[in-house]
């Protein structure tokens, strides 16, 4: 018989791997527009801004964001004011409808204010872009956004379909991040997907000494991708003690199924 004492700790320690299991759970800033792409027949589009992990189903309080805006070949336009509160999977999130008026490649970026994580005892900002083409323009979707970090899409990031291939660059402040790791998760919508065991909820990539990888999308719909750095600077918990911050750099993209005639 094992004793007590014993099976107390090891009743602690089976805990313990539970908590850092659900903990580790990956975070993405959300930016999901409902149409991926623009033509004549529906010329606006309702973005879903949210903090979740996408395959799972679960959210986090999204405040709302620091700033909000769009870019085109034309500059950018701050959107931030015309935000409103809705929920996502009973958290707090914001939507916005935007109506595109002329053809371009539009990218769009939310910059969060600070999240704390108890679990991982620092605060998160996500940088999110997605790249929504309108009336079929197709320049300019390589461009940078000019954030602290991002992922540039050296894969036209539409008009592909599931089973293509994304590559894309890591930057921190502009420059290559080399070997950095980006996790990559499936926006299961309608938890229509179940995982085969927990390491397929989050895939992970490895970027190259150019900070480029590449990553094969299986299924048709949102994949994101985030890459994580560690920022230079601290903010301090709601203890008042400065503690480190995640910096992600996240890209959404959609990949549709093919269509029989």
Same mark, same amino acid.
């Given at each position: 018989?094992?004793?007590?004492?014993?099976?107390?700790?090891?009743?602690?320690?089976?805990?313990?791997? @539970?908590?850092?299991?659900?903990?580790?759970?990956? +975070?993405?800033?959300?930016?999901?527009?409902?149409?991926?792409?623009?033509?004549?027949?529906?010329?606006?589009?309702?973005?879903?801004?949210?903090?979740? +992990?996408?395959?799972?189903?679960?959210?986090?309080?999204?405040?709302?964001?620091?700033?909000?805006?769009?870019?085109?070949?034309?500059?950018?336009?701050?959107?931030?004011?015309?935000?409103?509160?809705?929920?996502?999977?009973?958290?707090?999130?914001?939507?916005?409808? %935007?109506?595109?008026?002329?053809?371009?490649? %539009?990218?769009?970026?939310?910059?969060?204010?600070?999240?704390? =994580?108890?679990?991982?005892?620092?605060?998160?900002? +996500?940088?999110?872009?997605?790249?929504?083409?309108?009336?079929?323009?197709?320049?300019?979707?390589?461009?940078?956004?000019?954030?602290?970090?991002?992922?540039?899409?050296?894969?036209?990031?539409?008009?592909?379909?599931?089973?293509?291939?994304?590559?894309?660059?890591?930057?921190?402040?502009?420059?290559?991040?080399?070997?950095? =790791?980006?996790?990559?998760?499936? %926006?299961?919508?309608?938890?229509?997907?179940?995982?085969?065991?927990?390491?397929?909820?989050?895939?992970?990539?490895?970027?190259?000494?150019?900070?480029?990888?590449?990553?094969?999308?299986? @299924?048709?719909?949102?994949?994101?991708?985030?890459?994580?750095?560690?920022?230079?600077?601290?903010?301090?918990?709601?203890?008042?003690?400065?503690?480190?911050?995640? @910096?992600?750099?996240?890209?959404?993209?959609?990949?549709?199924?093919?269509?029989?005639?």
């Amino acid at each position: 018989m094992i004793d007590r004492k014993i099976a107390g700790i090891l009743q602690l320690a089976v805990a313990g791997c @539970l908590f850092v299991s659900t903990s580790a759970m990956a +975070h993405f800033g959300m930016l999901i527009p409902d149409q991926p792409i623009v033509d004549q027949e529906e010329t606006a589009s309702e973005f879903l801004l949210a903090f979740s +992990h996408p395959f799972e189903g679960h959210a986090m309080h999204l405040a709302k964001p620091k700033k909000f805006k769009v870019l085109t070949n034309a500059g950018a336009t701050d959107l931030t004011d015309e935000l409103q509160q809705t929920r996502y999977l009973e958290q707090s999130a914001w939507k916005m409808a %935007y109506t595109f008026k002329r053809p371009g490649v %539009y990218q769009f970026i939310m910059e969060p204010q600070a999240y704390w =994580e108890p679990a991982e005892d620092l605060s998160i900002i +996500h940088y999110t872009k997605v790249v929504v083409p309108a009336f079929g323009d197709d320049e300019g979707w390589d461009q940078p956004a000019g954030l602290p970090t991002e992922i540039v899409p050296l894969t036209r990031p539409f008009g592909n379909y599931a089973g293509n291939s994304f590559t894309g660059q890591v930057l921190v402040q502009g420059k290559p991040s080399a070997n950095a =790791e980006v996790e990559v998760e499936f %926006y299961n919508q309608n938890q229509r997907y179940a995982a085969p065991s927990d390491y397929h909820v989050t895939q992970v990539v490895k970027a190259d000494a150019n900070g480029v990888f590449t990553f094969t999308c299986p @299924l048709p719909g949102w994949w994101g991708f985030a890459a994580l750095t560690e920022a230079d600077y601290t903010i301090k918990n709601p203890e008042g003690e400065d503690k480190g911050v995640e @910096l992600g750099a996240v890209f959404w993209t959609y990949f549709t199924a093919p269509q029989t005639k």
